[in-house]
């Protein structure tokens, strides 16, 4: 199939244009596969991206670039019960999860 | 819906941002697109689950609001398009990706198709769908 998202790239721009990414500790609440992900993931200082799809979540651990790999946290878990105690974070991005 | 956002607020430190980034219903227009310019052909048709799920969203927003977790700093709309080389990859992707959510009418699947026929050979068919962003800061 030919299906193109977002060719114009607008998400990331406007996401940019909302969010001071840079630096910031980042929760990704509905990440996917990671589409969103892998496009501002590079000017985060650190990134935990969950889903609860275990499936989507595999798929993102397979496609998540190299560079990323150290930057980029991917746990399976749901958004009514995050597995944090004590982390807190700069950012949340609901990604297409509410 | 509500007990996630309580469960953001937790984890962000005080003064943190929440970034709300979603698809909202609003019949999005199908289009055909080429060189030579971008022709409507319809809109798709809005199912219940579709404007369910905003009015949810909306409302679990307006209650995180309400209980003072988070002020609204900024909102707006931006295009985001899903786009295919032909009509009939368009309404295989509707029907098994967003059934349940929204439809493509008889006459809009009709209208495209034969736009789409008679544009250039570059041609693509695309969706535009309108995504909310909203910026919020936790207090």
Do not use: C
């Amino acid at each position: 199939m030919s299906l193109q998202r977002d060719p114009e790239r607008n998400e990331i721009k406007y996401l940019r244009h909302y969010a001071d990414l840079a630096g910031k500790r980042v929760l990704e609440v509905g990440s996917g596969e990671g589409r969103l992900t892998w496009q501002y993931a590079k000017w985060a200082g650190a990134v935990i991206a969950i889903d609860p799809d275990v499936d989507s979540q595999r798929v993102a651990k397979v496609d998540r670039p190299h560079d990323l790999e150290n930057k980029v946290h991917l746990s399976a878990a749901s958004s009514e019960y995050l597995p944090f105690s004590k982390e807190t974070f700069d950012l949340a991005i609901l990604a297409w999860s509410l | 819906m509500v007990h996630a956002l309580e469960e953001v607020r937790r984890v962000l430190v005080p003064g943190g941002v929440l970034i709300d980034l979603r698809p909202l219903a609003d019949r999005w227009r199908v289009e055909v697109v080429s060189a030579g310019g971008m022709q409507e052909t319809g809109r798709v048709d809005d199912l219940p689950g579709q404007i369910h799920g905003d009015v949810a969203a909306n409302q679990s927003m307006k209650e995180a609001e309400g209980r003072g977790w988070f002020r609204r700093e900024a909102e707006e709309l931006f295009p985001f398009f899903y786009s295919w080389d032909m009509p009939s990859e368009m309404e295989e992707f509707v029907e098994e990706d967003w059934g349940g959510f929204i439809e493509l009418g008889d006459e809009t699947k009709m209208k495209t198709r034969s736009a789409w026929a008679l544009a250039d050979a570059d041609s693509r068919v695309r969706i535009r769908v309108n995504i909310l962003i909203s910026r919020w800061r936790k207090l």
